[in-house]
């Protein structure tokens, strides 16, 4: 047996997690240290938890119970404990055991395993965040079933393993109820991980927007200050809870101040305090912190600067206020916000710098700069736009856009998701939950700092490696609408926020102004859209006139969307009329209101009072379910877990714009979760048409991967009966072993050929030729014609420089190739000439995978060359893949249409590509091991395709932080 001596403290095993009511805890091993802690947490626990973890009276702890529950050897013995406050408030424990039930050491592979939970925490998530973790313990010291004994009056422990989603047996002994857990993650218990994971960082976000009272750290003496100015937009929004103004340095006889309660501490308050803003200097940010966590504080705002935006130091006393408010169980916003706002009529919660509070509406807003947030606060209202939550993360060091999706997600005030972000600390989750969130609601984000290379200052991040195109190509494949400007993030939101989905790409423009009908027109036609031919109503068209053609035009089955387009009504006196506008506006809400289901927009030029007439019906109203097209698809849920106690031990259609492109699903019906659509009364107005269209098209794509998204893709099952994934793992296995380089290994041509072919994809070999002599042999045994090139690097692929000779039909040509090449670019030994059979003619295609330690797996594709490496013409999907996404990513490059007939020439077979596709996305997901493969040229014929040439690169498999227990990010 090991002695806890011969390994070292497992300090990758601590995590903070949010638990299923918001708060935070932290677990870790339990070390020899922690005897103090257990003999105090044991005190606590109430009798009947001691009876059934121990199944008898055990009023305490011996002295050799302390000893044993506190000496691990982290390998066959090891113990976490869940903390907050640094005190414990949950322990789990394993023992390896043999198959007869006794201690036992490495290989056996099972584990007796114990919880208890202090009773004031049961009813949290707290036994089921522990199994998650512990699970993930065993199953890295080789434990794969964990075995355990419980009582059967101890339901919510039971309840706690049945619901975890892991194989189990259950049997009846000795008056107990054996279970035995296969710690294999299933699809199941992946569900429920996630499931859980929603929910509680979804109560967390909540718990900061619906607080019952806040208290504002540092509101200033005089008036004035950033503390002040929060207590008085607080109190001028009409807070439907308790407000308090909390500073240090008040006079010990001030009882009030601008009509709060005031305080010098928040201890000294009395009641409870749910959120603190703090606005006090960095340095005086760590005595508030404990000040709140001590009494009780849910969440922190924190509004100060001088944190990682200010360099290293700053760096470090951020990472030490995050360590700090989690210890107390406290989320943070900030530090550097600018605050948070709720427009919900039961709580008006402006704890922000914004002087005017929104009104309310049903748009959430997520910024990570509050110059921004501050920007499109007022844009938003500048044009009538309500808010159901805004969120100014500063430098997100805790609570980030993660979080908030998970919020949004289920919060039934919002419709419409908009985020400013600088950074994504998690890629690969922010992708996963961006797709939940858009199956319902629109998600449009708006990306700053692409361009710099690195995370902005204050951010602290993995930095990903992967160029912005890729990262907008993910988002897209998760349904995200990705704008460019904060501009065009508030113009698609109002549409969207305010008008149903289009049910196709089909426009009518109608209008009193033929040349802004025009522009109005080839806006649409550069948008991808099917515009009609403008219908010009004349200068002279009245409001009832727009009205009329409105409504036809709404009413007419064959357009799915209406742009209005409008100047100034000029009447015989040669004047604009004031009160156009108003009566315009009032003309097109009639009109929408008598004929709904379509979206509208406006394109005004100086109209006075058009905008404010459009905007002027409050947007807090759900409509008529008018965007069957796109419907989401009803979310499964895993079923919430009921408690926690103690346990004892124990083909293609061609569309007018280009390439075929896949056919979309059938709309589904909506399936419970799925909200109706917005119909607010309201319509967007927009000063340029490219704006308005713009909004309208990104509204229509959206639509377009609602209807898809609601039939899920598939990877073909018929892959399977050619792939031997087996064979691959232990190839992958035994190669990697042979190398030493702890950073991998690129496969030489024999491994790669090997590895691939295991797969089902056949690579086309090559056999060298440094003379005449060896070519002419290398072409007898692979048959003429052949094609010679070279393989060094800097020539490689370079036919344009002559390092290719293809149809070489005799010995005699290919030997003149051979002295031609190597009298014009060099030597045999520089230029590594090789031999190979030639291949049907046909496209060239480049088809890669590589691995992105923030993003994960990474499929890409493009034409070879000059497309995909001079202008980038690559399109992008995350693995696995599916048969719809390889579909579209084929057809999304520009130069698809070189694959599906341009200009006369033959189609080449487009499926055998998808089918390529999907099984590189099978390799790299099955193995991932495999960092990175190459497959180029891919010569794509009219009927099948050759791999000429592929590389691959193997190398431990990185960590993946998606697939372990759940933990919040510790940049």
């Known amino acids: 047996?090991?002695?806890?001596?011969?390994?070292?403290?497992?300090?990758?095993?601590?995590?903070?997690?949010?638990?299923?009511?918001?708060?935070?805890?932290?677990i870790r091993p339990i070390t020899t240290a922690d005897a103090e802690r257990l003999v105090s947490?044991?005190?606590?626990?109430?009798?009947?938890?001691?009876?059934?973890?121990?199944?008898?009276?055990?009023?305490?702890?011996?002295?050799?119970?302390?000893?044993?529950f506190t000496h691990h050897d982290y390998v066959d013995r090891v113990g976490l404990a869940v903390t907050v406050g640094g005190e414990f408030i949950a322990t789990v424990r394993y023992d390896r055991i043999d198959e007869r039930g006794l201690p036992a050491t490495a290989p056996a592979d099972e584990a007796e395993v114990a919880f208890l939970v202090q009773d004031a925490h049961q009813g949290r998530g707290v036994a089921s965040a522990l199994l998650e973790h512990i699970a993930a313990v065993a199953r890295e010291r080789g434990i794969r079933r964990f075995a355990a004994e419980v009582l059967p009056a101890n339901n919510k422990m039971i309840k706690v393993f049945r619901d975890a989603g892991y194989t189990q047996k259950r049997s009846f002994e000795d008056g107990s109820v054996r279970l035995t857990l296969d710690l294999e993650p299933t699809a199941e218990s992946l569900a429920v991980q996630r499931g859980r994971e929603q929910r509680a960082e979804a109560r967390s976000v909540q718990r900061l927007l619906t607080p019952g009272s806040v208290a504002v750290v540092g509101t200033g003496r005089a008036p004035g200050g950033v503390g002040r100015t929060v207590l008085r937009n607080l109190l001028a929004a009409g807070f439907t809870g308790r407000a308090y103004a909390v500073n240090h340095a008040f006079a010990e006889d001030l009882r009030e101040l601008d009509g709060a309660p005031a305080f010098r501490s928040v201890a000294a308050i009395g009641d409870p305090v749910d959120l603190a803003v703090l606005a006090v200097p960095a340095e005086r940010v760590p005595e508030a912190v404990a000040d709140c966590g001590r009494h009780g504080v849910r969440g922190l705002v924190v509004l100060s600067a001088g944190y990682a935006e200010s360099g290293a130091e700053g760096l470090e006393r951020q990472r030490e206020l995050v360590r700090h408010a989690r210890s107390y169980g406290m989320r943070i916003i900030g530090p550097n916000a600018f605050g948070i706002i709720n427009t919900a009529g039961a709580v008006r919660l402006n704890a922000s710098l914004a002087p005017e509070p929104p009104q309310r509406g049903r748009i959430g807003l997520f910024t990570q700069s509050g110059a921004i947030g501050i920007a499109l606060l007022s844009g938003l209202h500048r044009r009538g736009a309500g808010l159901s939550s805004f969120i100014s993360a500063g430098n997100r060091a805790d609570v980030s856009g993660n979080d908030i999706l998970q919020y949004w997600y289920e919060d039934p005030d919002t419709d419409v998701a908009l985020l400013y972000l600088e950074s994504i600390g998690n890629p690969r989750k922010f992708t996963r939950l961006a797709r939940r969130t858009a199956a319902l609601k629109p998600v449009v984000v708006v990306k700053g700092a692409r361009h710099s290379g690195s995370a902005p200052p204050g951010h602290a991040v993995p930095v990903t490696r992967i160029p912005d195109a890729t990262v907008s190509a993910l988002l897209r494949q998760a349904g995200v609408i990705r704008v460019d400007t904060v501009t065009e993030l508030v113009d698609a939101g109002l549409l969207l926020a305010s008008q149903p989905l289009p049910a196709g790409p089909r426009v009518?423009?109608?209008?009193?102004?033929?040349?802004?009908?025009l522009l109005t027109y080839d806006a649409c036609l550069t948008?991808?859209?099917?515009?009609?031919?403008?219908?010009?109503?004349?200068?002279?068209?009245?409001p009832e006139d727009f009205r009329t053609a409105l409504t036809t035009a709404l009413s007419d089955p064959a357009f799915d969307a209406v742009v209005v387009t409008a100047i100034p009504h000029v009447g015989e006196t040669g004047t604009a009329d004031p009160a156009n506008g108003g009566a315009l506006g009032t003309a097109l809400r009639e009109a929408v209101a008598s004929a709904p289901g379509k979206p509208v927009a406006v394109v005004h030029v100086e109209i006075g009072g058009l905008a404010e007439a459009l905007a002027a019906v409050e947007g807090s109203a759900r409509g008529p379910a008018a965007d069957t097209p796109g419907t989401a698809i009803p979310t499964a849920r895993p079923a919430?877990?009921?408690?926690?106690?103690?346990?004892?031990?124990?083909?293609?259609?061609?569309?007018?714009?280009?390439?075929?492109?896949?056919?979309?699903?059938?709309?589904?019906p909506a399936g419970p979760s799925a909200p109706a659509p917005t119909a607010s009364g309201r319509i967007p107005a927009y000063p340029a048409a490219e704006r308005a269209v713009r909004a309208l098209a990104e509204a229509v794509r959206y639509a377009q991967w609602r209807r898809q998204s609601a039939e899920p893709g598939?990877?073909?099952e018929s892959l399977d009966d050619t792939i031997d994934q087996s064979a691959a793992a232990l190839l992958i296995e035994r190669l990697l072993g042979e190398t030493p380089d702890r950073h991998g290994v690129s496969l030489d041509a024999a491994g790669t050929r090997e590895l691939l072919g295991l797969y089902g994809i056949p690579v086309r070999p090559t056999l060298p030729a440094p003379g005449p002599d060896d070519a002419v042999a290398a072409a007898n045994r692979l048959g003429y014609p052949v094609a010679l090139k070279t393989t060094a690097p800097h020539l490689r692929h370079r036919s344009d420089l002559g390092g290719v000779r293809l149809d070489l039909a005799d010995e005699a040509q290919l030997r003149l190739a051979h002295r031609e090449l190597t009298e014009t670019l060099g030597g045999p030994a520089e230029l590594r000439p090789v031999v190979q059979a030639m291949a049907p003619r046909g496209v060239d295609t480049v088809v890669r995978a590589a691995i992105d330690a923030a993003a994960g797996a990474v499929l890409s594709f493009g034409l070879a060359g000059a497309p995909s490496e001079l202008l980038g013409d690559l399109a992008h999907r995350l693995v696995p893949a599916t048969d719809r996404d390889v579909a579209e990513q084929i057809r999304s490059i520009r130069s698809a249409p070189l694959l599906f007939g341009w200009r006369g020439s033959t189609p080449v077979d487009t499926p055998a590509l998808e089918e390529l596709l999907l099984r590189v996305s099978r390799l790299v997901d099955d193995h991932p091991e495999i960092v990175s493969v190459t497959l180029e040229p891919v010569v794509v014929a009219t009927r099948g395709l050759t791999v000429l040439g592929a590389n691959v690169r193997l190398a431990p498999p990185p960590a993946r932080d998606d697939l372990g227990p759940r933990r919040l990010p510790s940049y």
Not at 41 to 68: G, I, N
Not at 508 to 517: C, D, K, P, V
Not at 527 to 542: F, I, V
Not at 640 to 668: I, K, M, N, Q, V
């Open 1 to 26: 047996m090991e002695t806890p001596s011969d390994h070292a403290y497992p300090d990758h095993w601590e995590a903070d997690v949010v638990l299923r009511d918001g708060g935070t805890a932290r």
């Open 41 to 68: 947490f044991y005190e606590q626990v109430s009798d009947e938890s001691k009876y059934y973890r121990f199944f008898a009276p055990y009023p305490r702890l011996s002295d050799r119970d302390v000893h044993r």
């Open 508 to 517: 009518a423009i109608l209008g009193n102004s033929e040349s802004l009908g």
């Open 527 to 542: 948008e991808g859209l099917r515009p009609s031919p403008p219908r010009d109503l004349t200068t002279a068209a009245t």
């Open 640 to 668: 919430d877990e009921a408690g926690e106690a103690a346990a004892p031990a124990g083909p293609p259609a061609p569309t007018p714009a280009g390439p075929p492109a896949p056919t979309p699903a059938a709309a589904a």
């Open 714 to 716: 598939k990877v073909p």
